[in-house]
Nanobody
Framework: QVQLVESGGGLVQAGGSLRLSCVVS????????MGWFRQAPGKEREFVAA????????YYSDSVKGRFTISRDNAENTVYLQMNSLKPEDTAVYYC???????????????????WGQGTQVTVSS
């Protein structure tokens, strides 16, 4: 059974940084494309960043491009989201997701992701 466990969320002031981690268990990380999504109160879940199984395709939403960096350590079965220059509008629950499709060009479409973590809260104060 595949499990995704996020960690690293917390409360930070605007302009600060956090690094989220997502540990995948049950199968090797190279079995999946990986994505990060977020959901703020009263809003729909939105795409943040994704990386394909080989690490050769990376995609960011316009709202985080240049501030966030997604990476993966297949040996550690872990995906990371480094978040710099955080803004209050980045406040949300952040979810890690895994897709079994193993694409050449990674997808930002949430319905194409098969497994989800429980989420970790990120709160950015102004």
């Amino acid at each position: 059974q595949v499990q995704l466990v996020e960690s690293g969320g917390g409360l930070v002031q605007a302009g600060g940084s956090l690094r989220l981690s997502c540990v995948v268990s049950g199968r090797t990380l190279t079995s999946y494309d990986m994505g990060w999504f977020r959901q703020a109160p009263g809003k729909e879940r939105e795409f943040v960043a994704a990386i394909n199984w080989r690490g050769t395709s990376i995609y960011y939403s316009d709202s985080v491009k240049g501030r966030f960096t997604i990476s993966r350590d297949n040996a550690e079965n872990t995906v990371y989201l480094q978040m710099n220059s955080l803004k209050p509008e980045d406040t949300a629950v952040y979810y890690c997701a895994a897709s079994t499709r193993r694409t050449a060009v990674v997808s930002a479409t949430s319905r194409l992701y098969d497994y989800w973590g429980q989420g970790t809260q990120v709160t950015v104060s102004s």
